[in-house]
């Protein structure tokens, strides 16, 4: 099939109300039209959805889309239908549905009414659902977050393991379209092996975050005392504190509203209205500052995030990516600050004791990594950068001075000090 750019173009407009696709989404676009199977790799608001969501509509037959979470496909179905005015256009395929409801996304679907088929990987292992989708006429197959197939991904399921195998017995040549946020060369591997897509066209933007600040502190005591100064030196500004345990948030978040800051806990303890109640607060700007674990942020869009600090270093080089990356959304200034100390690197180990052993090798791996992040005298940028199998040169690169090992040197006597301590 051959498309022309313009009609592109008419599509977006006409879907989405664009005038401009972002990034590589054309490209993209195109050779998922053109059949291929398509590998994409961005960063997390780089416009993933619109990628297979364009071509499924601008085809005939309907795209199958893999999705693991449900809340997501719920909201993405909404968007399409809203765009289309069309309710059969998309719908969700999942245990949730009555018998009444099942049978009208058949109809649709049989009837080419269903552009996108939104599912959940253990949906999709139904004898029943793969029967029926061997019946009609599939566009291409999306598996979104498809990091979740990779043990060294940050949220592995093993129902997506299953998926190529699927697949195959849906139909002999469907397309097939990976896409992921997770830029580890490790990663990247699992998926494309797993899906069996080696020939896929790959497509990967860039991981830079010129307009974040990263700098590491070394964890003292007076931790809570350097948090309060650092939020105070920001009055009036959004921002974001991560604490490894539930416990802790619950404490630091007194600790900052008796210090006169505006903050609120926030973690999978809380019930579902306080937690609710506390990230409207922040939406709204009721509140600047929310105390979380990692519970708080999936999902969540705010633009002017001013700073994002890490009480207690994460798991691993990807965690801290994203959850540093929810700063400064909007191009402005974005601050990120984690803490380190080694003693917390133990602790987490701890916490990986009861696991099995395979799974326990991979995280300390991570770990080592997240040691030589913490503890390097490169630049953070490019250590990260790097990380995600990208190269950073900061002489010429947007950011490029935008870390504290950049902006402050260590002298050399004082590193080769440390290198002999
Ligand atoms: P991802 O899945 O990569 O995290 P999304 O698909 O959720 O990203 O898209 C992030 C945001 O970018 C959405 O608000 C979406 O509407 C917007 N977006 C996507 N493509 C374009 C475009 N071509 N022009 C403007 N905004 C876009
Ligand atoms: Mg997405």
């Known amino acids: 099939m051959s498309i022309a750019k313009n009609d592109l173009h008419v599509a977006l407009k006409k879907y989405f109300g664009f005038n401009q696709f972002k990034g590589l989404q054309e490209g993209v676009v195109e050779s998922i039209l053109s059949g291929h199977h398509t590998f994409v790799i961005m960063p997390t608001g780089g416009g993933k959805s619109l990628c297979y969501q364009l071509p499924a509509l601008m085809q005939e037959g309907t795209a199958i889309v893999v999705s693991p979470l449900i809340a997501l496909m719920k909201n993405q179905v909404d968007a399409i239908r809203g765009v289309s005015k069309e309710e059969g256009i998309a719908h969700v395929l999942n245990s949730s549905l009555n ?217 691993s080089i990807e965690s801290y990516y994203q959850e540093t990356g929810r700063a400064g959304r909007d191009g402005g200034e974005g601050h990120c600050l984690a803490y380190y100390a080694y003693k917390d690197i133990e602790k987490l180990e701890k916490f990986m004791s009861g696991k099995p052993v395979a799974e326990q090798e991979i995280g300390q791996a991570l770990l080592q990594e997240v040691v030589a992040f913490a503890e390097t005298s490169i630049s953070r940028r490019k250590f990260i950068l790097h990380y995600f199998g990208e190269a950073f040169d900061n002489e010429t690169g947007d950011g490029g001075d935008m870390d504290d090992n950049v902006r402050h040197p260590k002298k050399k006597t004082e590193a080769q000090t440390e290198a002999k301590l």
């Open 99 to 315: 018998k009444t409801e099942v049978k009208q996304v058949k109809e649709d679907i049989t009837n080419g009414v269903t552009k996108l088929l939104y599912v959940a990987p253990e949906s999709l292992t139904k004898e029943e659902n793969v029967e029926f989708l061997r019946s009609v006429k599939i566009s291409f197959m999306a598996i979104d977050e498809a990091h979740c197939i990779s043990e060294w991904g940050h949220d592995f399921r093993p129902e997506y393991r299953n998926l190529r195998h699927i697949i195959k017995r849906i139909g002999d040549n469907i397309p097939i379209i990976g896409l992921t946020a997770t830029a580890t060369p490790k990663v990247q591997e699992d998926i494309i092996k797993n899906l069996g897509i080696h020939d896929a066209n790959t497509f990967k933007a860039s991981f830079n975050r010129p307009n974040l600040y990263y700098e590491v502190r070394p964890k003292t005591k007076n931790v809570d005392a350097d948090i309060i100064r650092f939020i105070k030196q920001n009055e009036g500004k959004s921002g974001i504190v991560y604490c490894l345990s539930r416990k802790r948030v619950e404490e630091l978040a007194q600790v900052l509203q008796v210090n006169g800051i505006n903050a609120v806990p926030y973690h999978a303890g809380l019930d579902a209205k306080t937690r609710s109640s506390h990230q409207d607060k922040f939406l709204m700007e009721d509140v600047d500052v929310v105390v979380a674990t990692i519970a708080f942020g999936m999902g969540i869009d705010k633009p002017d995030v001013r700073f994002v600090i890490h009480h207690d270093i994460p798991k």
